[in-house]
């Protein structure tokens, strides 16, 4: 039966974004022709008609989120009508707006009803009307009053007298009064006078005013939904940080030797129009320095707490695109010449800013490379990436004075000097193969020809 489902993108993930859709009910369909654009955390994907047909039904609206395996469009190549059923199911906890919605207003009209400025109850005395000081006068005045005894018992309810004023040291008895003077005095006592707002008015003015700060602070503030790939990276960094032993260690060297290279590459003909810059340098690099240091490049396996050594070194690139964090990789890096590398390096970052990588552009991934320098920071804490055990900072890479030569030769010269940062799982990775791995790699980008002795 000719119904397209949603079909699985890789890496794990079990739902899609509908980005647009390029048939409409009634199109004829051929074989392989573009129905609709996909968008995972990682890429857009182009979907193509796996039937040739008319369409008859479509099961999901451009921007729902659906699950890998449900119904997304129908396709009638004359074996049968369409099923009846909605399809295009909205991948769990795709849609936590409507339940979220619902708890927020339920929690708001709780939180309001709560937090409202409470009302007096109907037996609730107002403020006691001012009078003598005397315990005596005072004793007079309550027996005259028949209420004055539920009023007190009331107020000993609420915790709290519903008005309140200061007494001076003059009013109070000059030997040491007894618990029973104490409470027929602050019992009696009420505001100064009628214009003293008691403290019941005092909390309901300052929540009218507090209320009426939030309310206009909310009508300033911005709901922002989360889109795709916004979800599943905090879902990643929130995994990766919990559940590895992150640690950072870095290292500032002179790498005048990396950008002379550069300089040198950017002239030949062969790398006209490739991303040759200081990372294609790092790139290779890493490579080099994996070598002594393969602990680098392996993962630890959280069901059989077992090591595994990975063969390849399947470098990631950190890319800041429009749609957000993208980790293309360098497949089977150890095995490329500067030319290649740079040549699978513009292609990915390419594919990363217009959005298009594939599924396969972003997998197996064993070590990642960010580049927080071209934001202008010195150096930076990245969180690993995926089941990787590592990654590389690489910080901005400025001119600064640096001290070259020994003895009677030191001097003090500009050069072009960076710093180094490299988090790492402490699980599987000890701090001093970390720190041999930076040497090495610090070594190798301040004189590039140290290459040659790998």
């Not at 003077?181 to 929540?207: I, N």
Request: hydrophobic share 40%; glycine share 8%.
């Amino acid at each position: 039966m000719p119904e397209y489902n949603m079909p699985d993108p890789g890496e794990g993930l079990t739902e899609a974004d509908i980005v647009e859709w390029h048939v409409k009910v009634g199109d004829q369909v051929k074989v392989n022709d573009n129905l609709l654009d996909i968008e995972t955390a990682k890429s857009l994907v182009e979907l193509p008609s796996p039937f040739a047909g008319k369409v008859t039904k479509i099961y999901a609206e451009a921007g729902a989120t659906v699950a890998v395996g449900a119904p997304i469009v129908f396709i009638d190549d004359g074996t049968g009508p369409a099923p009846e059923h909605d399809g295009g199911a909205p991948a769990q906890g795709a849609e936590p707006g409507a339940q979220s919605s619902s708890a927020q207003s339920s929690s708001a009209q709780s939180s309001s009803a709560q937090a409202g400025p409470a009302q007096p109850s109907s037996n609730r005395p107002g403020p006691a009307q001012p009078s003598a000081p005397a315990p005596a006068a005072q004793g007079s005045a309550k027996a005259s009053r028949p209420d004055a005894d539920e009023a007190s018992a009331q107020r000993d309810l609420d915790g709290g007298m519903t008005g309140e004023r200061l007494l001076s040291l003059d009013e109070l008895p000059a030997s040491k009064p007894t618990q029973q003077t104490v409470r027929q005095m602050l019992v009696g006592y009420g505001p100064a006078d009628e214009s003293t707002p008691s403290s019941t008015e005092r909390r309901r003015r300052a929540h009218q005013v507090s209320r009426r700060g939030a309310n206009e602070r909310a009508l300033r503030d911005e709901e922002i939904p989360v889109d795709t790939v916004r979800r599943l990276t905090a879902r990643n960094v929130v995994h990766s940080r919990t559940s590895k032993v992150h640690t950072t260690a870095w290292v500032s060297t002179d790498v005048s030797g990396t950008m002379e290279l550069v300089a040198n590459l950017r002239k030949r003909r062969e790398f006209k129009d490739l991303h040759v810059t200081a990372l294609l340098v790092w790139c290779k690099a890493v490579c080099l320095a994996m070598r002594n240091n393969p602990m680098l490049n392996a993962s630890w396996e959280d069901g059989s707490e077992r090591i595994i050594l990975h063969h390849d070194v399947n470098i990631g690139i950190a890319a800041d695109t429009p749609r957000g964090l993208m980790v293309p990789v360098i497949k089977q890096a150890q095995n490329r010449d500067l030319l290649s590398m740079a040549d699978e390096l513009t292609r990915l970052v390419n594919l990363a800013k217009a959005g298009t990588l594939q599924p396969s552009d972003y997998r197996d991934g064993t070590f990642t490379i960010t580049n927080v320098g071209g934001l202008g920071l010195d150096a930076g804490t990245p969180i690993i990436n995926g089941s990787e055990s590592a990654i590389l900072a690489m910080g901005a890479i400025t001119r600064q004075p640096w001290v070259v030569g020994r003895g009677e030769d030191e001097k003090i010269v500009p050069r072009w000097v960076t710093t180094l940062s490299i988090s790492f799982d402490h699980r599987l990775i000890d701090g001093a193969i970390a720190s041999r791995f930076l040497r090495d790699l610090a070594a190798l980008v301040r004189d590039p020809a140290m290459a040659m002795a790998y």
